[in-house]
Structures are given as structure tokens and as C-alpha cells.
């Protein structure tokens, strides 16, 4: 009786495996990369599985070369209902077939759980602070705002922008961190300094 396992997690698995290693067997080519080869029935993603991707390219072009020459053709092995790519058709050998794809499953878990979260996910945003007035300090409504601190958010360039009626408005940059800081924050802490601030639009805001 043969393993019949999911293409997906196939070669999630051989993703895994080829991470580490060149071949399926050693170091050089060999029967078993053929017979792995053969098994895939098409291109694996270079995105998703990359290391896959590689070794199935670098195999593809090898095929027909004396390292490769004891190899079955894909057509005798689609022919053979009762291949087994961990070597065996008994059911000793599918129940080692299940431990090594447990195996591989929980190295590959643990070599993505090792290299630890990726980076925090930013933002680059821009607002448009309004004061009540021409006599409003436009200065002193920078300050203020520059004044709002939290975790998570990095206050950038700034200029006056003129609106109208010898009005000027505040444009104001900032990186925030996504996870700690949201604009509707933001503009409520700003909103609060409500002898200077009109009214507070956003002007852009963009992912880093």
C-alpha cells in the first residue's frame, strides 16, 4: 500500500528539507532526486517553495546525464500504481512514512518558529491640522502637536500650507507602528487642543 500525501503539503515538506540540503539523497545527484522529481506533477512556486523551486529546476536540467541515467522515466512511474516514494509497500514502511512526515512537518515549524516574527508593520502618515484662524500661532500648534508621545509613533517634516483668506494650515508627517498606533488616535489627541485645532483630515497615508 502506498503514502498518498497532499501535493501542497508535499512540497511544503520538501520546501523544508531541500532548505538544508541540496539533494534528496547526499550530495550529488542521484536516482532519488529522479524518482522525487518525477513525482511532482508540475513547476513548483518559486515564491512559496523557493528552495523546492531550485533544486526542481536545477534536476529538470539534468535530466538525460549519466547521474540521472538509472532513473525511470516519468511515464513508467505514473505507469506504477504501487510506487512508494519513502521506499517501501508495506505497512511498516507507511507507518515510518507517516513519522518522517511528522519529522519534517514539526523541523520546519520549528525552523520558522526560530527565526522569530518578522519586523512590526509601519505606515507613513501625513495630516492636515486646521487652526481656528488667521491669529491662531500656528507655531505654538505645531509644538503642541509634536508634544502627543506614544509607543509606537515618530513624529517627521512639516510645512504651512497656505488654504485661503491669508489662512495657513499645519501639514504634519509621522511613522507609526500599525500594531500600537492608529490615525483615529492620533486625531483625537490632537483634536484636544481645542483653542488652537479646527479641525484635523488626513492627507495621505501609506504602508512602509
Known sequence: ??????????????????????FIVGSDLSQADSTVFTAI??????????????????????????????????????DDDDMDLFGSDDEEADEEAEKLKQQRLAEYAAKKAAKGPGPAAKSMLTLDVKPWDDET????????????????????AS???????????????AV????????????????EFEDHVQSIDVESFQKL
Open 41 to 78: 506533477t508540475s513547476a513548483p512556486s518559486a515564491s512559496s517553495f523557493p528552495h523546492l523551486s531550485r533544486w526542481y529546476n536545477h534536476v529538470k536540467s539534468q535530466q538525460g546525464s549519466s547521474e540521472l541515467s538509472a532513473a525511470p522515466s516519468a511515464a513508467a512511474a505514473e
Open 176 to 191: 507609526i507602528i500599525d500594531d500600537l498606533v492608529s490615525t483615529d488616535l492620533i486625531e483625537e489627541k490632537i483634536a
Open 137 to 156: 500661532d500656528l507655531k505654538e500648534m505645531e509644538s503642541l502637536v509634536r508634544s502627543i508621545e506614544m509607543e509606537g509613533l515618530k513624529w517627521g
Open 159 to 173: 510645512q504651512f500650507v497656505p488654504i485661503g483668506y491669508g489662512i495657513k494650515k499645519l501639514r504634519i508627517s
Open 1 to 22: 500500500m502506498s503514502v498518498s500525501i497532499p501535493s501542497d503539503l508535499f512540497q511544503t515538506i520538501l520546501n523544508g528539507y531541500l532548505e538544508d540540503n541540496s
